[in-house]
């Protein structure tokens, strides 16, 4: 069955950016919409974006000008990159896979915590 | 962007309990709704989509109903591993966005 690890960085100083790796088994990548979800004790669940095979994406207006959400075939991952980062990006992502662009949900990675401080 | 309100917000049940727990949209979604459930320190897991379709190995306990802007997730009788945080999400439009969640404590 299809499975998710994010992995990068735990700690992000503000003002840089923010990287994260997404590894897939189970599918390929060229398979599915694949999305970045944030969560917070504050704000929720947040949809950050997805990325399709065909490198299309779509991303939520409110990260989108800070937003870079990638493929890379020939690895079968994922990526983001959040630029400019603040506390306000302190979060546990994951990455999560869809079979539509605007659907459920299905396979969750278990979360990366990544925290902004100096 | 849909917005999308859970209530209540948490609600003190016990084993054998049916809880009913309820999610609105600002506006209409049709069905394109989903259920997670989220234990803590876990990633959230997809219980059912499109309002009411059941995933596959998600107990018959569980039943979804609802379309247009009001949802309702129904647990028929508690068992101890359902306690836990619920989450309703739209499919409807960009971006998809999430409720603020029901907790289901002892």
Redesign the interface.
């Known amino acids: 069955q299809v499975q998710l690890q994010e992995s990068g960085p735990g700690l992000v100083k503000p003002s840089e950016t923010l990287s994260l790796t997404c590894s897939v088994s189970g599918a390929s990548v060229s398979q599915y919409y694949w999305s970045w979800i944030r969560q917070t004790p504050g704000k929720?669940?947040?949809?950050i974006g997805h990325v399709y095979a065909s490198g299309s994406t779509?991303y939520?207006?409110?990260l989108k000008r800070r937003l870079t959400i990638s493929l890379d075939m020939s690895k079968n991952h994922l990526s983001l990159r959040l630029s400019s980062v603040t506390a306000a990006d302190t979060a546990v992502y994951?990455c999560?896979n869809s079979f539509g662009g605007?659907?459920?949900?299905?396979v969750?990675?278990?979360?990366t915590m990544v925290t902004v401080s100096s | 962007d849909i917005q999308m309100t859970q209530s209540p917000s948490s609600v003190s049940a016990s084993v054998g309990d049916r809880v009913t727990m309820t999610c609105r949209a600002s506006q209409g979604i049709s069905s394109w709704l989903a259920w997670y459930q989220q234990k803590p320190g876990k990633a959230p897991k997809l219980l059912m989509s499109a309002a009411s379709n059941l995933e596959s190995g998600v107990p018959a306990r569980f039943t979804g109903s609802g379309s247009g802007t009001e949802f309702t997730l129904t647990i028929s009788s508690l068992q101890p591993e359902d306690f836990a945080t619920y989450y309703c999400q739209q499919a409807n439009g960009f971006p998809p966005t999430f409720g603020g969640g029901t907790k289901v404590e002892i």
């Open positions: 929720g669940l947040e949809w779509n939520n207006p409110s994951y999560a605007l659907d459920a949900f299905h969750w990675g278990p979360g």
